[in-house]
């Protein structure tokens, strides 16, 4: 048996708080979660809770930061290629993906949305979201095709909240959405 070092016992702490803290937001709700319930689901004392995070923001922007780092990524490479069709369904396929990568957070933001827009993090969903309808946006097309743009970003979304209970695989789902946002943004493409 290995030994692990302190840093990767650390990281796991960290990742076990992350998930249990969602855990517990999801069946209670951000504002009836305290850092003390979360410690007693980790059975761990409050002061070790306190030695990753001091408060349940630090909690969410952890994980904010942890599962958007792909969408931040993405944003970066989208913004040095050129805007053609095929880099607008490469974006949609890589947000599509790193969503279904960070599904709980995701359901958690939109169920919670009131709390998200009083959080530090609230603002910085809004601005990605800016940024990729105007990565996405055609620029000089008629109204309606820039309408099927952004509708194309938000079909990965209402894939993600709005069918979770549907029966089936949840990424039968996505690919679903992902097909028909795709379609969107091909007929914007139409000339």
């Known amino acids: 048996m290995t030994s692990s070092s302190p840093q990767q016992r650390r990281g796991n702490t960290r990742q076990r708080i992350q998930d249990v803290a969602v855990e517990l937001f999801a069946e209670q709700g951000y504002e009836k979660t ?11 004392t409050k002061a ?18 942890d599962v958007t780092r792909p969408i931040d990524e993405l ?4 913004q040095e290629q050129p805007r053609t069709l095929e880099t607008k369904r490469e974006v949609l396929r890589r947000y599509s993906e790193a969503m279904a990568a960070g599904a709980s957070l995701y359901r958690f933001m939109q169920e919670n949305q009131a709390t998200m827009r009083e959080l530090s993090i609230g603002e910085t969903v809004k601005k990605r979201l800016f940024t990729l309808v105007e ?13 099927r743009c952004v509708s ?7 894939g993600m909240m709005f069918l979770q209970h549907v029966e089936g695989n ?14 969107l943004i091909t007929q914007a493409h139409r000339q």
């Open 48 to 65: 070790a809770l306190y030695y990753h995070f001091k408060t349940k923001e630090d909690i969410i922007i952890s994980l904010f930061e």
């Open 170 to 183: 949840p990424e039968e789902t996505r690919q679903a959405a992902l097909e028909v946002a795709t379609d």
């Open 75 to 78: 944003i970066a490479w989208a």
């Open 34 to 44: 305290s850092l003390r319930e979360i410690a007693e689901r980790l059975e761990v």
């Open 135 to 147: 990565l996405l946006r055609t620029e000089d097309g008629p109204l309606t095709d820039q309408v």
């Open 152 to 158: 194309a970003l938000f079909t990965l979304h209402a």
